[in-house]
C-alpha cells in the first residue's frame, strides 16, 4: 500500500434552499395570506481526525467533498429541511491549509478533534416575512444563499514519541522490529524503507512510547536528493531522536561524517529540529572489525562533543535491554522541556556540516 502524506482536495458547502411563494387556500377559511416556507440552510464541511485512520490514501481516490443542499421552503409555512452536513476524516496529525493563499486553517492533533472547515449557504426567507399593511399579498421570496468552496492541501506528521534516523541501510528497520512488534521491510541494501514505518516500545511498568522508522536521509537530502526531505516533516512531532549510526560506513572526511550529515540535513530542512532532545546508538556491534571503525574511537569522538551514545546489534540483541532503559529514561527528560511547535520550514543550505557548532546531548 501507497504511504500517502500530503493531499490535495476541493470541499463545498451546500447551497442554501429557495423560499417559497405560497398563499393560504383553504375551504371555508374566510381569510387567507402568504404562507410560504422558508428554505433550509445549506450543510457545513467539517473535518475531523480520527485514529482510525493511518495515511491520506483515502484522498488518492476521492478528491471532491460536497455537503448537501439544503430543502426549499413549502407552502403551509413548512420550512425545508437543513442539508447534511459533509464530514471529512483525516488521521490525526493532519495539517490543513488553503492551497491558494497557503494560510494554515487547523492542526488537528488530537482524536475526534474537529473544525468547521466551511459553512453552508443560508436559507432564503418565504413570502410570508414580506406582508405589510400595503402588500398583503407579495409574491416574492429570498432565493438562497450559494455555498462556498476551497481547495485545501493536507499535510500528514506522524504523531511519534520517538524518531529513528539515519542513513539508508543503519539498522533502524531491524531496530525498530526488535524494540517493537512492528514488521518492517528488511534487507541488506539502502532504501529498503520507502514509507515511515510506526511500532510500540513498551516497559515493564506498562509504559508505552509510538517509535517511528524514518526513510534513510543522505547529503543533501534538505534540498531534494532522495527520500529524506520528504519524510523529514514527520520527526518534527516527536520528542526524542535516535541517531542510528553503522560502524560499516565507510567516512571520506572524518571519524563523525554520518552524524554531522543527519544533524546538517536536519537543521537544514527545519532549524527547531537541530535543538530536539537526541542521543546517539551505534549499531551492528557484531560486525566490529579491523576493516570497519573502531567503536571506541567513534564514542570517543561523541564525546567529546558531548553526545551520549551506546553501542548495539539490533541483529543480535546485544545492548537492547540497556537502550530500552535509556530510551524511557532519556524521554521523560524530554516532555519536560517547551514544546517547540514549527510553524515555519526553514532551509539554511548556505550552513556546511563541517561547520556546526559543538552540541549537548
Known amino acids: 500500500m501507497v504511504f500517502l502524506d500530503e ?25 387567507g395570506g402568504p404562507d410560504g416556507g422558508d428554505g433550509g440552510t445549506g450543510g457545513n464541511v467539517i473535518v475531523r481526525a480520527t485514529k482510525r485512520l493511518y495515511t491520506l490514501n483515502n484522498f488518492s481516490r476521492r478528491k471532491y467533498f460536497k455537503a448537501e443542499n439544503g430543502e426549499h421552503g413549502k407552502g403551509k409555512n413548512r420550512s425545508g429541511r437543513n442539508g447534511t452536513h459533509c464530514v471529512v476524516e483525516t488521521p490525526v496529525g493532519t495539517i490543513l491549509q488553503d492551497d491558494v493563499t497557503g ?4 492542526d488537528l492533533i488530537h482524536d475526534d478533534q474537529e473544525i468547521e472547515l466551511i459553512s453552508g449557504g443560508r436559507g432564503g426567507k418565504g413570502n410570508k416575512h414580506f406582508a405589510t399593511s400595503t402588500n398583503q399579498a407579495p409574491r416574492m421570496a429570498q432565493p438562497g444563499l450559494p455555498g462556498q468552496e476551497r481547495r485545501l492541501k493536507l499535510t500528514l506528521k506522524l504523531l511519534a514519541d520517538i524518531g529513528l534516523i539515519g542513513l539508508p541501510n543503519a539498522g533502524k528497520s531491524t531496530l525498530l522490529s526488535r524494540l517493537t512488534m512492528a514488521r ?11 514509507v515511515p514505518n510506526l511500532g510500540v516500545l513498551t516497559s515493564d511498568d506498562e509504559r508505552a512510547l509510538v517509535m517511528a522508522d524514518i526513510p534513510g536521509l543522505i547529503e543533501g537530502a534538505s534540498s531534494g536528493r532522495g527520500l529524506g526531505d520528504r519524510f523529514l516533516r514527520h520527526v518534527e512531532r516527536t520528542n526524542l531522536l535516535l541517531h542510528i549510526l553503522d560502524i560499516t560506513y565507510q567516512p571520506s572526511q572524518g571519524i563523525l561524517e554520518d552524524f554531522l550529515t543527519l544533524r546538517h540535513e ?3 530542512f527545519a532549524p527547531a529540529l537541530a535543538h530536539k532532545p537526541y542521543f546517539v546508538i551505534i549499531n551492528k556491534a557484531d560486525l566490529c572489525g579491523p576493516e570497519h571503525r573502531d567503536p571506541s574511537e567513534l564514542r570517543k569522538a561523541l ?10 546489534s539490533a541483529l543480535t540483541g546485544d545492548g537492547l535491554e540497556e537502550l530500552k532503559w535509556a530510551i524511557f529514561q532519556k524521554w521523560e527528560e524530554a516532555k519536560e522541556l517547551p514544546e517547540q511547535r514549527l510553524q515555519v520550514m526553514g532551509t539554511g543550505q548556505d550552513q556546511k556540516w563541517k561547520n556546526l557548532p559543538e552540541e549537548n546531548s
Open 7 to 31: 493531499a490535495i482536495i476541493t470541499a463545498r458547502s451546500g447551497d442554501g434552499g429557495k423560499g417559497c411563494v405560497s398563499f393560504r387556500r383553504e375551504r371555508f377559511v374566510p381569510r
Open 103 to 106: 494560510e494554515v486553517l487547523a
Open 184 to 194: 518492517p521491510k528488511v534487507d541488506n541494501y539502502p532504501f529498503t524503507t520507502i
Open 266 to 268: 536536519m537543521a537544514a
Open 303 to 312: 564525546g567529546e562533543r558531548g553526545v551520549a551514545s551506546l553501542l548495539i
